[in-house]
């Protein structure tokens, strides 16, 4: 790991920061768009539950890959976009967890950069990662032709390719990974959590919190989906007023808390936690 330059926190998206599958999540408005049939709807609705309520192994998450690729081959990239910015607010704001927009806005405010680094697709993450104001996105990319998804995968980023890409970033970047944060809820996810220095789970499956006990990693539990807008009443996730709205549920979240914690009793300096 880097031992030198900025901290940055890194975030995993589904089931971390929002509440549900983010894919998933729009397989009502795809299907209303002629994307997806009522067999495909009803399939993803299954497997919204399945992931919900006892997560996904790598095995359940290779096989939903492999059908997500094929589902949208020969979908209008435009199309699609255009779908995900109409129906963004009425789906993803409301599964929010508020301890996520909290803490994030807590890492802002000590200046670092936060990352969003997802399995699903750019173009619903992006657009999603706007919404909160993240400052960099790795997500997975298809190959498109002649603007259209061909139901190739151009980069996939899930397990080790994660953590290779936020390598990567932090170099391009100049982020300091021994001191940086990092959250995620799945065990698939472990090569990321090892990449940085400070790694929290969240809401995590058996095995990621086997491991976390096993290693003594913070244990974060989000179960408070609020809309952004509702926990401030205006104003975008970057305002000074949503930063102030946000800070206490941030620090509960323990994130920074146990930072400062346990450099204190390293008596290393709070790097991660004063702005430069």
Same mark, same amino acid.
């Given at each position: 790991?880097?031992?030198?330059?900025?901290?940055?926190a890194?975030?995993?998206l589904?089931?971390?920061?929002?509440?549900?599958?983010?894919?998933?999540? *729009?397989?009502?408005?795809?299907?209303q768009?002629g994307?997806?049939?009522?067999?495909?709807?009803?399939?993803?609705?299954?497997?919204?539950?399945? %992931?919900?309520?006892?997560?996904?192994?790598?095995?359940?998450?290779?096989?939903?890959?492999?059908?997500?690729?094929?589902?949208?081959?020969?979908?209008?990239?435009?199309?699609?976009?255009?779908?995900?910015?109409?129906?963004?607010?009425?789906?993803?704001?409301?599964?929010i967890?508020?301890?996520?927009?909290?803490?994030?806005?807590?890492?802002?405010?000590?200046?670092? #950069?936060?990352?969003?680094?997802?399995?699903?697709?750019?173009?619903?993450?992006?657009?999603?990662?706007?919404?909160?104001?993240?400052?960099?996105?790795?997500?997975?990319?298809?190959?498109?032709?002649?603007?259209?998804?061909?139901?190739?995968?151009? %980069? %996939?980023?899930?397990?080790?390719?994660?953590?290779?890409?936020?390598?990567?970033?932090?170099?391009?970047?100049? %982020? #300091?990974?021994?001191?940086? *944060?990092?959250?995620?809820?799945?065990?698939?996810?472990?090569?990321?959590?090892?990449?940085?220095? *400070?790694?929290?789970?969240?809401?995590?499956?058996?095995?990621?919190?086997?491991?976390?006990?096993?290693?003594?990693?913070?244990?974060?539990?989000? #179960?408070?989906?609020?809309?952004?807008?509702?926990?401030?009443g205006?104003?975008?996730?970057?305002?000074?007023?949503?930063?102030? =709205?946000?800070?206490?549920?941030?620090?509960?979240? =323990?994130?920074?808390?146990?930072?400062?914690?346990?450099?204190?009793?390293?008596?290393?300096?709070?790097?991660?936690?004063?702005?430069?």
């Amino acid at each position: 790991m880097s031992t030198s330059g900025r901290p940055a926190a890194f975030f995993d998206l589904d089931k971390t920061i929002i509440a549900k599958s983010s894919v998933m999540a *729009f397989g009502r408005p795809f299907y209303q768009g002629g994307l997806i049939n009522r067999r495909a709807l009803l399939k993803s609705t299954y497997a919204q539950f399945v %992931y919900l309520v006892g997560g996904a192994d790598h095995d359940q998450i290779e096989r939903m890959r492999a059908y997500l690729s094929q589902l949208c081959k020969g979908w209008d990239v435009e199309q699609v976009k255009a779908i995900v910015a109409e129906t963004l607010h009425d789906l993803i704001d409301p599964l929010i967890y508020d301890e996520a927009a909290a803490l994030i806005e807590q890492h802002h405010a000590a200046g670092l #950069d936060v990352v969003i680094v997802s399995t699903s697709g750019i173009e619903v993450v992006e657009p999603i990662g706007e919404l909160l104001g993240a400052d960099r996105i790795i997500a997975t990319r298809m190959v498109v032709e002649e603007g259209r998804f061909t139901g190739d995968i151009d %980069y %996939y980023a899930f397990g080790a390719a994660k953590a290779a890409a936020v390598i990567e970033l932090a170099a391009e970047e100049g %982020y #300091d990974l021994a001191q940086s *944060f990092a959250y995620s809820d799945s065990s698939t996810d472990l090569p990321l959590l090892e990449a940085v220095g *400070f790694p929290s789970v969240v809401n995590p499956d058996r095995a990621l919190r086997k491991e976390a006990t096993s290693r003594g990693w913070p244990v974060l539990n989000f #179960d408070n989906p609020v809309p952004l807008r509702a926990r401030v009443g205006l104003g975008s996730p970057r305002s000074p007023v949503y930063a102030a =709205a946000g800070l206490g549920a941030g620090m509960a979240a =323990a994130g920074l808390v146990w930072y400062a914690r346990r450099r204190s009793k390293d008596g290393a300096p709070l790097r991660a936690a004063t702005k430069n």
